[in-house]
T-cell receptor, first 115, second 112 residues
Framework: DTGVSQDPRHKITKRGQNVTFRCDPI?????LYWYRQTLGQGPEFLTY????????KSRLLSDRFSAERPKGSFSTLEIQRTEQGDSAMYLC?????????????FGPGTRLTVL | AQTVTQSQPEMSVQEAETVTLSCTYD???????LFWYKQPPSRQMILVIR??????QNATENRFSVNFQKAAKSFSLKISDSQLGDAAMYFC?????????FGTGTSLTVIP
């Protein structure tokens, strides 16, 4: 198993454009999480899925953000009408629920720069 | 509201010495998990150690151990025999299974 992968690793976009990020979790993991991390801060939880169901969304997740995990495998995070404040590292993590309870394994992140 | 506080933005330690990183959290839950993650510069976050709140025994992983004080809501990380490769940002994290919070991190420098 190669771990959690994210694509792209870097994205530069102009304000107002839409961007989409992909996350491929560890294959046997049923939970997938999205976080946002800005410079000098810890990750902030955005949302998570158990299989294909989106179970929790943070208040940080504005209407411009949407996430999907259509077949319970990979997930996409889309940001519409990007703003400069969206510039951050977007982290994906995955875990398996069940004893012992889940430990999240993180991907390398997608660094978004909005000009 | 649940929060995780790391009061030491930066710490340094001499190689081979011991250092303790502090973490406190606020929660009304009784069942949760606590983690320490390490994020080396420009590299991905990796798990250092985890602790289940229902377990009284402090977790240990080789040179890494925690001091978990549930009543005080404190979860500190002790790194023994510090090595150059331990230099990184360390994040304390709290997980109820549906709520996930990270602290702001402690940047650890290891001095040769």
């Amino acid at each position: 198993d190669t771990g959690v992968s994210q694509d792209p690793r870097h994205k530069i976009t102009k304000r107002g454009q839409n961007v989409t990020f992909r996350c491929d979790p560890i294959s046997e993991h049923n939970r997938l999480y999205w976080y946002r991390q800005t410079l000098g801060q810890g990750p902030e939880f955005l949302t998570y899925f158990q299989n294909e169901a989106q179970l929790e969304k943070s208040r940080l997740l504005s209407d411009r953000f949407s996430a999907e995990r259509p077949k319970g495998s990979f997930s996409t995070l889309e940001i519409q009408r990007t703003e400069q404040g969206d510039s951050a590292m977007y982290l994906c993590a995955s875990s398996f629920t069940g004893p012992p309870a889940d430990t999240q394994y993180f991907g390398p992140g997608t660094r978004l720069t909005v000009l | 509201a649940q929060t995780v506080t790391q009061s030491q933005p930066e710490m340094s330690v001499q190689e081979a010495e011991t250092v303790t990183l502090s973490c406190t959290y606020d929660t009304s839950e009784s069942d949760y998990y606590l983690f320490w993650y390490k994020q080396p510069p420009s590299r991905q976050m990796i798990l250092v150690i985890r602790q289940e709140a229902y377990k009284q025994q402090n977790a240990t992983e080789n040179r890494f151990s925690v001091n978990f004080q549930k009543a005080a809501k404190s979860f500190s990380l002790k790194i023994s025999d510090s090595q150059l490769g331990d230099a990184a940002m360390y994040f304390c994290a709290y997980d109820t299974g549906n709520q996930f919070y990270f602290g702001t991190g402690t940047s650890l420098t290891v001095i040769p």
